[in-house]
């Protein structure tokens, strides 16, 4: 243990005991002996319980592995919590999912059933649940996301407070398994996209309207500016001179799509701005290549006001969404896969979401999605153009 | 890997890490604990129940409500646990929580970030795995007026043993904010917030006292990923941590000091269900497959026909879809329509088989995956910035998964020689690819076409001949043409 202000640090002899280039603790360690043992021996899973997966091994052993949502967010002392439980019931071993979640995993039916009562009776002072069980099957898992204004200086909007408003709303999709199939339910607070937003069923994404303002009297000195013009994607930035003379960057306003990549480059062209930021819905998209192939999402809602703190607009058009797909969709069927088969025409009407122009894509290779076919369904998006130029 | 294997495998790189490396492969938290018991348990419920932020933060306090597990909650906890700590226990601010909960606040009104743009800080020799971040309202929120992250190199599949976690847990509270992403969406376990000082100190205590290295950041390698794999699932057909670990290791250098154009990520996915996304997010998708046939026993086919096994391993339970109907919800969705049913036995035709997974995650207990297992490589995929979105392709359609990866090695240095050599600033490869050509790319690694790597052949016909694929090469004069052709 080092204690002190520098530990084992000497900044006089910074090289001195210096260990590098030593990557992450090895795997093996960290896998409990069950699993050391049954490694590459798994026969087959059965979900007991939302929540709650079965594993049976060749050799005989039979594991439960509970899973529960977690906020990705989280405190030393919710990490210690969750090692109390691990050393209570799972001989001192944890693991987490790529989705946040994280699972325990127990040796005999009556732990597991011990285990499960234990982690649905605690509770947040708050009143929330602090290890919700579910996330399994035809469900929704814990929604993956970013940093928002907690932690990053880029996004457009909030992470940490919209997810747990959205998974509030969902909640009994997260402990229940009566959707279609699976549905997983993304955010990202800026295009960067820290995450695989673009491929999710759902997906949530953070974006600025408005163009960046350019710190004239501070650009040249902190930043490079040809490289903030080449980081344009649309050629919106060039070259310029302010009134007194000192070179600056010039935005063709109308030519932004509101990337912010000029900003990722410099910290002189800022995009966040109260009324401009807020939220894109996009649907439809995947990963897995089961039955159909990786989708990507598309946008749906293109634009939703920052609502702190609880995002009501974003949560009841996700709920649209969902209760729409619920309802409608087939055994296995993706929401993509369901809007495909119904046609997106289907989608718009079923779901309720208006059609906007904003949903056509004018951006390169945007004739892509463009549709060539007289296969169409009528729905009053093709009433209302067959009325706009006198043909009924 | 039988486990047999596996067990050998990681005795001698755990001997490795040990006797080369010189580093702690076993954390004792005895060993390294900085909090006494009494100071973990230094705060109650009613401790909690009474606390006041010392900031007012009526919003935040609105997202204690509802079932999720609240994050505004288990902040207040970290900060009461906090306050009752002794001043000497805790390096970071002691009120670091409630200056992060009261600068959320204030974004919440004002609906905008107060973080600055990053600035440059790290720690000695590498230049990623540390992001700097600073407060744009320091003087209101002074305990996180400095609030750098470090990126912590998961073990490959994010299991833990509770020594190493509590043991992570007692250093980043006593050098940090206690505060994190479990985990952060590439990989890492995130530490969220401390000061430049405690860089290097944190970096020495990481590395001497957990054995464990900082992930990557900026134009690197980022932190390799992988899912659970062999260690818990009957899908997987490689050795999905083991190959992580291998790569992780062998391009250390890569992943702590940036060389390349932009950033660069491997996932493995040990099948095409990808649980880590890696075909959405990898410059290069490892995702495992097979090459002979799926294993079928016929006697528990009809036990899911009959109803005595639920499909797709209850993953419908709570809604009532009716008899499982194998016709409808198995043979007529296989995207070749290479099965058939007879009523007592199943075929497939498997030479058709695409392995998309779908009959086999329905009926898991009667079909298996192969035997004869590999992975599938594909490449290019990343998020919209800069080009718009792109998944990765698919160009090796199948390559045996053996230790220690050599093949895999070789491909990979060729990838980035070229990368290196072209890529622009901030160019993902999958960008590259497409600002050259996919044929281009072909060269570079030395693989012939082949039409797997495409959806459909080209409808235009603008070929890009080169002048020594056409009989006689490019050189002719006009005079010769005007002898034929006068004008
Ligand atoms: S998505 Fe954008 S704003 Fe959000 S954490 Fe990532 S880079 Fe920052
Ligand atoms: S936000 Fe994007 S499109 Fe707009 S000026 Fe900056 S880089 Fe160009
Ligand atoms: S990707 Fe495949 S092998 Fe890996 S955990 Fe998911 S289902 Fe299992
Ligand atoms: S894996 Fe997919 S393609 Fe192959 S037989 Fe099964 S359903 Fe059909």
């Known amino acids: 243990m080092s204690l002190g202000k520098l530990g084992y640090y000497n900044p006089d002899k910074p090289m001195e005991n210096r260990i590098t280039d030593i990557g992450p603790p090895h795997y093996y360690v960290m896998f409990p002996p069950v699993i050391k043992k049954n490694y590459g021996k798994w026969l087959y899973h059965e979900i007991v319980e939302t929540g709650i997966i079965k594993r049976v091994s060749e050799t005989g052993d039979t ?5 529960c949502g977690a906020p990705r967010f989280m405190s030393v002392e919710h ?5 109390d439980i691990a050393d209570k019931y799972c001989d001192g071993y944890v693991r987490f999912t790529t989705r946040n979640a994280i699972e325990f995993i127990v040796t005999s039916e009556d732990k597991m059933k011990a285990l499960r009562d234990d982690l649905m009776s605690r509770k947040h002072v708050g009143g929330s649940y602090k290890f919700p069980i579910g996330g399994t099957g035809a469900g929704i898992t814990g929604i993956v996301h970013t940093q928002g204004w907690i932690h990053c200086h880029t996004p457009a909007t909030d992470a940490s407070g919209m997810v747990k408003s959205v998974a509030d709303d969902l909640f009994e999709y997260f402990r229940d398994m009566k959707l279609p199939a699976k549905l997983r339910v993304s955010m990202a607070c800026c295009l960067n996209m820290c995450g695989a937003v673009h491929c999710s069923d759902i997906a949530m994404l953070g974006y600025h309207r408005k163009p960046p303002i ?17 980081a344009c994607p649309t050629g919106a930035v060039s070259l310029g001179k302010t009134e007194s003379g000192l070179p600056t960057v010039k935005i063709k306003k109308d030519r932004c799509m509101f990337c912010g990549n000029c900003y990722t480059m410099c910290q002189c062209t800022p995009l966040a701005d109260k009324e401009g930021d807020g939220v894109v819905i996009l649907a439809g998209g995947k990963i897995s290549n089961r039955i159909s192939p990786p989708k990507f999402s598309k946008v749906v809602v293109p634009y939703l006001p920052n609502e702190p703190p609880r995002w009501p607009s974003v949560v009841k058009t996700v709920r649209q969404i969902v209760e729409a797909y619920a309802r409608d969709a087939r055994k296995y069927e993706r929401l993509g896969d369901w809007a495909e088969r119904i046609g997106w025409e289907r989608f718009f009407e079923k779901t309720g979401l208006p059609f906007t122009e904003k949903s056509i894509d004018d951006y390169r290779l945007a004739y892509d999605t463009y549709r060539t076919t007289t296969q169409f369904k009528y729905t009053e998006h093709a009433w209302a153009v067959s009325k706009a130029v006198g043909g009924i | 890997m039988t486990a047999e294997e596996l067990a050998k495998v990681a005795e001698e790189a755990i001997k490795y890490r040990k006797e080369e490396l010189g580093v702690k492969t076993e954390v004792k938290y005895e060993e390294v604990r900085i909090y006494t018991d009494e100071e973990l348990k230094n705060y109650t419920d009613e401790d909690i129940k009474a606390f006041k932020c010392k900031h007012d933060i009526p919003d935040l306090l609105e997202l204690e409500k509802g079932p999720w597990p609240s994050f505004v909650s288990d902040a207040i906890r970290e900060a009461v646990h906090r306050r009752n700590l002794p001043d000497d226990k805790v ?7 409630e200056d992060l909960l009261g600068q959320l606040q204030l974004s919440y009104i004002d609906k905008e970030t107060h973080w600055k743009h990053g600035g440059i800080v790290g720690v000695f020799g590498y230049g990623g795995g540390v992001i700097g971040r600073y407060s744009d309202a320091q003087e209101k929120f002074p305990g996180i007026w400095a609030f750098h992250t470090l990126r912590i190199n998961q073990p490959a599949s994010k299991f833990y043993t509770t020594d190493y976690l509590r043991a992570l847990c007692d250093i980043w509270e006593y050098r940090g904010s206690g505060l994190m992403n479990v985990h952060g969406s590439t990989g890492d376990i995130v530490c969220l917030g401390t000061v430049t000082e405690q860089l290097e100190p944190m970096f020495f205590d990481l590395t001497h006292d957990l054995g464990v290295d900082l992930g990557g950041s900026g134009s690197n390698l980022r932190t390799p990923s992988c899912c659970m794999g062999k260690a818990l699932c009957e899908f997987a057909m490689f050795d999905t941590q083991d190959m992580c670990y291998e790569l992780t290791m062998h391009y250390q250098d890569e992943l702590h000091r940036p060389a390349f154009p932009y950033k660069f990520k491997f996932k493995f996915d040990g099948c095409p269900n990808c649980c880590v996304a890696s075909i959405a997010r990898a410059d ?17 086919v009809r036990a899911y026909v009959a109803g005595e096994i639920p499909p797709n391993a209850g993953a419908h339970a709570g809604r009532e879809w009716g ?16 099965m058939e049913w007879d009523g007592k036995v199943l075929k497939i035709d498997n030479k058709e088989c695409v392995r998309c997974m779908h ?11 192969g035997e004869d297992t590999g992975i599938s490589i ?7 910035i800069l080009e718009g979105a792109q998944m990765s392709l698919l160009t090796i359609p199948f390559m045996k998964s053996e230790r220690p990866y050599d093949n895999v090695k070789e491909l990979v240095d060729k990838v980035w020689e070229w990368w290196m050599e072209e890529g622009k600033n901030r160019e993902r490869l999958g960008e590259l690819i497409q600002r050259f050509s996919l044929q281009k790319f072909l060269e570079v690694i030395g693989v012939p076409p082949m039409p797997q790597m495409i959806k459909e052949p080209r409808s235009n016909p603008y070929v890009f001949w080169k002048e020594e694929e056409v009989p006689g090469g490019w050189e002719r004069t006009i005079e010769e043409y005007r002898k034929r052709h006068p004008r």
């Open chain 1, 63 to 67: 594991i439960w592995v509970i899973r």
């Open chain 1, 79 to 83: 990490v210690r919590e969750i090692c």
């Open chain 1, 214 to 230: 350019v710190d004239d009297e501070w650009i040249d000195k902190l930043c490079e500016l040809p490289l903030v013009v080449a």
């Open chain 2, 91 to 97: 390096l970071m601010a002691k009120d670091c929580v």
């Open chain 2, 284 to 300: 290069m998708s490892y995702i495992g497959t097979w090459r002979d046939e799926i294993r079928i026993d016929q006697e528990a």
């Open chain 2, 323 to 338: 008899k499982f109907d194998i016709q409808r919800e198995v043979i007529d969705l296989c995207p070749s329509k290479c």
């Open chain 2, 359 to 369: 009959c086999i995650n329905v009926m898991p207990r009667a079909l298996r995956v």
């Open chain 2, 378 to 384: 594909l490449f290019g995929a990343k998020a919209p």
